[in-house]
T-cell receptor
């Protein structure tokens, strides 16, 4: 079974631009979560989607948004990029059911904002 | 608010020896999950071990075991017979409730295993 995939793996943008990152979960998984990883702030939760609905949201400005499609693939978008948005963006998927489901992480997208 | 604290930024251990990584957390909830994740230099995050808060018995997975002290809100990871492949960042994480996958991570401990 294929793991969680994220595209692109590396991205370079300039301040003010916008960016869209994609996450394809493991087949059959309905929950996708996004995290931002930086040296200064560590791993921070961005948002979580389950069956196309946002189930939880972290403490990030409105420039960060996401969505989930009917095939469970998810995208996150960052508008008006700032230097501080440079980070590794990780997504994780799980079955998403109420009982415990293991989350599997993707390799991440490394975003550099110049 | 829930928080997770890892007070050891870096640790080192010799191959075949045992090392313990510390983690404390803060929550007012009674039911939750605790995890240790490993992030090797290749960056793929991998689940090492999990503990359900309602279980008194400490979780074990081969060479990895935890010491879960619910009253003290402490959750340490013991790695026995350390191997070179254990070199990685280790993150302690807390999941607040059953109806979410949201993880709250500690700042991580960088573990170096020396031959």
């Amino acid at each position: 079974k294929a793991g969680v995939t994220q595209t692109p793996r590396y991205l370079i943008k300039t301040r003010g631009q916008q960016v869209t990152l994609s996450c394809s979960p493991i087949s059959g998984h309905r929950s996708v979560s996004w995290y931002q990883q930086t040296p200064g702030q560590g791993l921070q939760f961005l948002f979580e989607y389950f069956s196309e609905t946002q189930r939880n949201k972290g403490n990030f400005p409105g420039r960060f948004s996401g969505r989930q499609f009917s095939n469970s693939r998810s995208e996150m978008n960052v508008s008006t990029l700032e230097l501080g948005d440079s980070a590794l963006y990780l997504c994780a998927s799980s079955l998403g059911e109420q009982s415990y489901n293991e989350q599997f992480f993707g390799p991440g997208t490394r975003l550099t904002v110049l | 608010a829930q928080t997770v604290t890892q007070s050891q930024p870096e640790m080192s251990v010799q191959e075949a020896e045992t090392v313990t990584l510390s983690c404390t957390y803060d929550t007012s909830e009674n039911n939750y999950y605790l995890f240790w994740y490993k992030q090797p230099p290749s960056r793929q995050m991998i689940l090492v071990i999990r503990q359900e808060a309602y279980k008194q018995q400490n979780a074990t997975e081969n060479r990895f075991s935890v010491n879960f002290q619910k009253a003290a809100k402490s959750f340490s990871l013991k790695i026995s017979d350390s191997q070179l492949g254990d070199t990685a960042m280790y993150f302690c994480a807390f999941r607040p409730s059953y109806n979410t996958d949201k993880l709250i991570f500690g700042t991580g401990t960088r573990l170096q295993v020396f031959p």
